[in-house]
């Protein structure tokens, strides 16, 4: 495997990432980016989604920060980008052919729309789906409440599988994506924001540096665990469905330009949107600090199965590729909850068992009173660990003025139930029903205290 | 609920996926099941050969309950 194309010799692949910033969004005609006001074509943009066969309509509308407005169910949250890398598009492997290992990445550039998403609704797939409130105590769980929606509601034709049905949804939520941010590019505004970003080098290249290195700071790698388990829990790597393939390294802005992304229709609290992906603050922090305080070693996804054998055999693989970075120390992020605990635990004490330090984020689900065990598995090895917060607190919500989508589906949702409606028109509901509450990459400020 | 039972002096057999769960929560005699989503069957059978996989399954959980432990034993 190499990561950066044979004539680029020992230099590490460097990304720029350009950061647009977006104030306000409206439709009219032409889309464009005026002063920070987002406008969109919405005849263009609904003609675009409804010209795949599956959709029967393709529905927008608009939710800003503050308003009274509640999304239900969110299937997925995606920042509008575009790769000018050459030849690496964005969403790598969906809407075309790709494979990362036979040329590599070059440097290049990644613009971003910051400060708005595209997040896709409908009818409901999977049962742990879940809100955002744009206001009140509900947005409070998430970074969502802050960010400008365009939604999609999107209804598919009659008679579709739950499957077809996720996937017509998550090809909408992409092409709309790439609609706006190639319509913002066509006429690319001045103001943006640049950051630099600095891959790790190639292990076993001449300029990577060894173990505790030479420079005295200690080596960090990331092992990034995927959902993976079918039955609506999947994720992609550039358009590979994760629990087909092993685990393996990646470059880590790779997930910058979306070579990771959220197929998952459950555990709303403690699933990675594609957002989340594209914006994993556990690669950009250690990218950030690599080569100052720390030299980050690289990063490993893996998956999470539904056999034994599979997780073991996940695990062990995950365990030698983490080693073979020749890390001191590893942060292993979970995504989901419940048997995903036992993928945790096999892939911490693998590579304890390397003599390599861990590191383990994870929320728990440690009943609505705090006191049961919050993990189903456990191990002697895991003896540091990032809390992320309890999904089963209860949390009420007052009604919303509008509802995007559809919220008849709240007392089906994981973390609701048939009393979670109250007399006053509030709802009473664990934050496992709240899109990324309890998000194991670290994206919100909860956490929980041991008494 | 494996524990609560033999608290009450019944031995309990816990078929499981996940065995080290199963471990981690202090089940006693564990016999390992096929799937998360299908713990008693395997649905890519045919249905002669997955009978025979449910019925050995069974046949294991009632071995290892008439099996005297001495600590938490993985009847594989």
């Not at chain 1, 509900?138 to 008679?159: C, I, M, N, P, Q």
């Not at chain 1, 995927?226 to 802005?253: E, N």
Request: proline fraction near 7%; charged fraction near 20%.
């Amino acid at each position: 495997m190499s990561y950066a194309r044979p004539h680029a010799g020992v230099q590490p692949v460097t990304h720029l990432w350009r950061k647009i910033p977006v104030s306000d969004l409206g439709f009219s005609s032409p889309t464009r980016l005026e002063d920070g006001k987002l406008s969109i074509d919405i005849d263009e943009l609904t003609g675009l989604l409804q010209s795949d066969p599956n959709v029967r309509e393709a529905r927008l509308a608009i939710a800003r920060p503050g308003e009274s407005v509640r999304i239900i169910p969110v299937k997925d949250v995606i920042e509008p980008r575009l790769s000018l890398i050459p030849g690496v598009p964005v969403f790598p492997g969906v809407f075309s052919a790709w494979n990362p290992d036979v040329d590599g990445i070059a440097s290049g550039e990644i613009v971003s729309l910051s400060g708005m998403v595209v997040t896709t609704v409908g009818s409901i797939v999977g049962f742990q789906e879940g809100l955002i409130d744009m206001s009140g105590p509900g947005a409070r769980y998430s970074l969502f409440s802050g960010k400008l929606h365009l939604v999609l509601d999107v209804t598919v034709r009659e008679g579709m599988g739950r499957h077809d049905h996720e996937r017509t949804v998550r090809l909408a939520g992409l092409k709309a994506s790439n609609y706006i941010a190639g319509s913002v590019m066509k006429h690319p505004p001045r103001t943006d924001i640049r950051e630099t970003l600095v891959n790790p080098e190639s292990p076993g290249s001449p300029a990577s540096p060894g173990r505790a290195g030479g420079k005295g700071k200690p080596r960090i790698a990331y092992l990034y665990m995927l959902q993976s388990q079918g039955l609506l829990h999947d994720t992609y790597y550039c358009g590979v469905d994760v629990k087909t393939m092993p685990p393996r390294r990646i470059l880590p802005t790779e997930a910058l330009f979306g070579a990771i992304l959220s197929g998952n229709c459950v555990s709303a609290c403690d699933k990675n949107t594609t957002y989340h992906h594209q914006n994993n603050p556990i690669l950009l922090d250690l990218l950030r600090r690599h080569g100052t305080d720390l030299e980050f070693a690289g990063c490993v996804i893996t998956n999470e199965n539904v056999t034994l054998g599979d997780k073991q055999r996940s695990s062990t693989l995950a365990a030698e590729l983490v080693a073979s970075l020749v890390p001191d120390g590893v942060i292993i992020s979970k995504e989901g909850f419940g048997n995903p605990d036992a993928d945790l635990m096999m892939n911490c004490s693998k590579i304890e068992a390397h003599g390599i330090k861990t590191v383990l984020l994870t929320d728990e689900f440690a009943g609505q009173a705090g006191a049961s065990q919050s993990l189903v598995d456990t191990h002697p090895k895991a003896d540091a660990i990032v809390s992320t917060g309890n999904a089963n607190e209860v949390t009420v919500l007052p009604p919303m003025e509008k509802v995007i989508g559809d919220d008849r589906v709240i007392t089906t949702l994981a973390g609701g139930s048939s009393k979670s409606r109250l007399p006053d028109g509030s709802i009473a509901i664990e934050l496992q029903a709240l899109i990324g509450s309890t998000n194991q990459l670290g994206f919100e400020r909860l956490s929980s205290r041991f008494k | 609920m494996a524990k609560e039972i033999e608290r009450a002096g019944i031995p309990v057999a816990h078929i499981c996926s996940i065995i080290t769960i199963s471990q981690t929560v202090g089940a006693n005699r564990i016999v390992p099941a096929v799937a998360i989503p299908h713990p008693l069957g395997n649905p890519r059978l045919p249905p002669g050969e997955e009978k025979e996989v449910r019925r050995n399954l069974v046949k294991k959980a009632l071995a290892a309950l008439q099996t005297t432990i001495q600590e938490q034993t993985v009847f594989s």
